[in-house]
């Protein structure tokens, strides 16, 4: 039996490497014939990420890390070192897959290398995969609408000579094949109004077009418009492979440090002591923070909505700069309402680090104010909890889009509220009455609408069982990847 490697590289950063885990230890229980090796680029290092690969490389002896060695990003603007960072590393990964090919060379029990499985930005390692005769994948941690649209509008550039920056501010209503309702141009990601993001972005629709095909963190019940879609457009389109939901939800490692193991225990007592389906969650993900403004607002409008809450409020980085990981505030007092804090002391938790699945899973939880990260979408579906949307970056205001109008599995809190990806310090703001109505509309949610994210929620558990959706597409991943050795 020939023993096959396949080489995932994934960008920096947690939320893309535990998606990007998960599809891994997928693969290797189902083919016991497979073993994968990650190489692991670092633009600083974070014992959060070092917990999780220690704790990967224990439980799967067939799933291992390699450091890249640390190079400085050959640029001085901070939209383009995530970049410059992934082009940096191509010799390093190349060094590292010789050493691989050299070992399966030398020793007939070793695998051969079968191809690269690459993060969604690390398409330039594509030439890589090609120097070695092998093929590359995308892994996509977005859906399949969100594929669908990139490929869109870099067909609507390429082909039909359209400038979508155009589109910034416009009341357009654009019509394409990944979705079943007019996208209106104020929903479209920042990255595809904005002139010096757009040839980036863009580049990397043409790479995917280039590879063998792309493992979509997604599955066939949620997004059947789009994944149909694919196969009907015309021009080069890879196959694509929607494998989701791809959720990390034993999240033990999170909890192995004293002081968040004590947060863990003290969110978990709350939660148990507040009644059924009662609390409202609030969470803007590995990034979400927002000024003092805008944080008044939320608070005020919690406190008017009368609903239990419990709010991961974490700290904005200073004027100017980004952080891929926001601190927690030293003392919320200083920047709440005044005595916000023992008005609602008996219905109300404050938090920074959020244990977010174990959230989630606890049956006191009715509702969730989400920035519509991918991620948070399909865990949210999987526990069956409805989402209020808040999208920031990125492509949270598709997903916001898809939530409320393709799924009918959300409300608005707002579709296309927008924070530009460096911050200048100033915000829009959303007003207390806005979040105040939107906070109700989710907590008293008809029961036909909490049945409708219910059934989607068992259909996303199906998908991944024995005969599910998920399941067998990843078997015919793992045919074309692997079943043309010789």
Not at 158 to 181: H, I, R, W, Y
Not at 182 to 188: D, G, N, Q, S
Not at 260 to 270: G, L, M, N, P, R
Not at 468 to 473: F, I, L, V, Y
Request: proline share 7%; hydrophobic share 40%; with cysteine.
């Amino acid at each position: 039996m020939k023993k096959a490697e396949l080489v995932f590289i994934p960008t920096t950063g947690i939320s893309h490497l535990l998606s990007s885990v998960e599809v891994a230890k997928l693969l290797v229980d189902r083919d016991e014939r497979l073993s994968i090796t990650f190489l692991i680029m670092k633009l600083s290092s974070d014992p959060k990420i070092d917990r999780f690969i220690n704790s990967v490389s224990k439980a799967c002896t067939r799933i291992r890390f390699i450091d890249l060695p640390k190079d400085e990003p050959d640029s001085n603007e901070p939209k383009m070192i995530f970049f410059s960072l992934i082009e940096a590393q191509k010799p390093h990964v190349k060094d590292e897959v010789s050493k691989l090919v050299s070992q399966s060379e030398s020793s007939p029990d070793s695998p051969t290398l079968s191809g690269f499985v690459l993060d969604m930005f690390c398409t330039p390692m594509i030439d890589v995969a090609n120097e070695f005769g092998v093929p590359s994948y995308i892994f996509l941690a977005s859906g399949a609408a969100s594929l669908g649209l990139q490929f869109y509008v870099q067909a609507l550039h390429d082909e039909q000579k359209v400038d979508p920056t155009e589109f910034k501010g416009s009341d357009a209503e654009l019509v394409m094949p990944c979705l079943a309702n007019p996208l209106p141009a104020k929903v479209l990601p920042f990255f595809m109004l904005d002139k010096e993001w757009l040839p980036l972005f863009l580049g990397l629709a043409r790479r995917f077009r280039e590879s063998k095909g792309i493992i979509i963190n997604t599955f066939e019940e949620l997004e059947s418009h789009a994944i149909d879609s694919f196969s009907k457009v015309k021009g080069n389109t890879p196959p694509v492979y929607p494998v989701g939901p791809i959720l990390n939800l034993n999240r033990d490692d999170d909890h192995d440090c004293d002081e968040e193991s004590d947060k863990y225990k003290d969110i978990k007592q709350w939660l148990d002591e507040q009644p059924l389906s009662s609390v409202v969650y609030l969470c803007f993900g590995s990034m979400g923070s927002f000024g003092a403004v805008q944080v008044k607002e939320i608070a005020c409008g919690l406190e008017q909505s009368g609903h239990r809450f419990l709010w991961s409020l974490r700290k904005p980085p200073p004027k100017g700069e980004m952080e891929l990981h926001p601190s927690d505030h030293t003392n919320p007092r200083d920047i709440l309402p005044e005595g916000f804090l023992d008005r609602t002391a008996n219905i109300g938790k404050i938090i920074g680090w959020a244990p977010q699945t174990d959230i989630l899973a606890h049956p006191s939880v009715g509702g969730f104010v989400s920035h519509c990260g991918w991620n948070s979408i399909l865990e949210s579906i999987w526990f069956g909890v409805p989402i209020a949307t808040w999208p920031l970056y990125a492509e949270q205001q598709l997903n916001a889009f898809m939530l409320i109008v393709e799924l009918g599995l959300g409300v608005e809190i707002k579709m296309d509220y927008r924070r530009e990806f460096n911050w200048d310090g100033s915000e829009n703001v959303i007003s207390a009455g806005e979040i105040e109505r939107g906070v109700r509309c989710l907590m008293e949610l008809s029961d036909e609408k909490r049945e409708k994210v219910k059934d989607m929620s068992g259909k996303s558990r199906k998908a991944l069982e024995n005969g599910g959706s998920s399941c067998t597409w990843l078997g015919r991943f793992i045919q074309d990847s692997v079943d043309h050795l010789p």
